[in-house]
Structures are given as C-alpha cells and as structure tokens.
C-alpha cells in the first residue's frame, strides 16, 4: 500500500486517540466542529485531483455515499464542493437526516439547497459505468460491528466490481475497522482505490493488507493519503 503524508502527521493514532484530539480542540474554542468537518471535506477533494488530475477537467459526474454520523457530513461537505466545481453529483443516504449530528446535519442542509438526497437503496441502479467517481462517505473510523444490512452488501459488491469509476473512502473503507484493518467477523467492506485520512494514519493504514486481504479481497486502498485539518 502506498502511503503519502502530504500536509499531516506521520505520525499514527487510533480512533479514541483521534476523536479524542478533535473534541479537546473543539472544546478548547480553537476551532468548531464544522470548521473541521470543511476541511476534512476540502482535503478530501484535493487528494482527489492530487491523485487524478484529469477528473479536474471537463463534465465529470460523481455518486457520494453518505451515512448516519460524521462521516456522512464530511460527503455532504465533498459533494457540494465538486458540485460547485461543475460535477453532477448524485448523494444517496444510509440512515434518517433527521438523526444526524448537529455538525453533520448542519452540511446536509446545505448540500440539499444545491442537490437532492435519495435513499441508499437506490444507489443499486445506478450506472456506475457513466460514472467517474464513488465516494464512500458512510461510516468511516470507529465501526466496530459488521456491516450484514442486504443493501449494503449488494451495494458494496456492485461497486466494488465495477471497472470505471474512481473509488474513495473517507478516512477507511467503510466495512473496515480503522484500528485492525478488518472488517468485524462476517462483514461486508467496500472496495477503494484511495484512502484519505485526516491528521494521522490510523493502524490499518499503516499495515500489511495480506491479513485484511484474505477476509476481504481488496478492502483496503492501494493509496492513502493523510490530510492536515488544523489539530
């Protein structure tokens, strides 16, 4: 797996460790909640035409995956930023917006003053060959159950076998445990090409992916980037 540090640590954390830096900085007044959850979501579109430059021209069409907790506000965040870089993006959502954490809630309602939101369950019938990129925005570090829901298990395996589109996670594939680099016993993980992680690498980033690779073929990402969000 290729690793770039780009403007953050190289330094590695777990997922307590991280969300742990992330309320002491809230809480300390020098930085909001949703001054972070921007930036994640720039640094996530840099590394995206950092990684592709083409996809920074012409039409470009794009399907971000959002769940139900912070992870999903930081798709929100990436897919109204490619929208007002002229991309036609299409969000689909795992969960109920009106549970989402405030931070997070705040850029759904955002995003939906530029495009709709349509149920997951959709995102199946989508022509992922017409498409140039998948962001997976659904779960990201912390999940520690596996992931057995029937649509997303179609849904991953649909992407994962398509050939076209660009595949990034944000901060891991979702389905994987940051800290293990597995996914939990009998779970499905989605397939990435790019990994972009903020201020540190978790464990997973940082390991052999041969372990991972014989629960879950091609789980992780053959790139990681880590990206500085002000911690």
């Known amino acids: 797996m290729k690793t770039s540090g780009q403007t953050g640590s190289s330094e590695t954390i777990t997922s307590d460790e991280?969300?742990?830096?992330?309320?002491?900085?809230?809480?300390?007044?020098?930085?909001?909640?949703?001054?972070?959850?921007?930036?994640?979501?720039?640094?996530?579109?840099?590394?995206?035409?950092?990684?592709?430059?083409?996809?920074?021209e012409g039409e470009r069409r794009a399907v971000v995956l959002?769940?139900?907790?912070?992870?999903?506000?930081?798709?929100?965040?990436?897919?109204?930023?490619?929208?007002?870089?002229?991309?036609?993006?299409?969000?689909?959502?795992?969960g109920n917006s009106e549970t989402l954490p405030p931070d997070a809630r705040s850029n759904f309602e955002r995003w939906v003053t530029v495009g709709d939101v349509a149920d997951i369950e959709l995102a199946s019938q989508v022509d992922y060959a017409a498409c140039d990129l998948v962001v997976d925005a659904l779960f990201g570090i912390g999940l520690t159950r596996?992931?057995?829901t029937p649509v997303l298990r179609d849904l991953f395996k649909t992407i994962s076998l398509a050939e076209k589109p660009a595949r990034v996670a944000v901060d891991v594939p979702s389905g994987v445990d940051?800290?293990?680099?597995?996914?939990?016993?009998?779970?499905?993980?989605?397939?990435?090409?790019?990994?972009?992680?903020?201020?540190?690498?978790?464990?997973?980033?940082?390991?052999?992916?041969g372990a991972g690779l014989a629960r879950a073929p091609a789980a992780l990402a053959r790139h990681v980037v880590v990206k500085d969000i002000g911690l």
């Open 18 to 56: 991280m969300r742990a830096l992330e309320q002491a900085a809230i809480a300390s007044g020098r930085v909001t909640g949703l001054e972070l959850m921007e930036r994640a979501g720039r640094g996530v579109v840099e590394a995206i035409f950092e990684e592709w430059p083409s996809l920074a």
């Open 66 to 94: 959002c769940g139900p907790g912070n992870n999903g506000g930081d798709g929100f965040v990436v897919a109204r930023l490619l929208s007002e870089a002229g991309w036609v993006v299409a969000v689909f959502m795992f």
């Open 146 to 148: 596996p992931i057995t």
């Open 178 to 209: 940051s800290d293990s680099g597995l996914p939990p016993e009998g779970g499905s993980a989605l397939r990435a090409d790019l990994m972009v992680t903020f201020h540190a690498y978790k464990p997973c980033h940082l390991q052999d992916a």
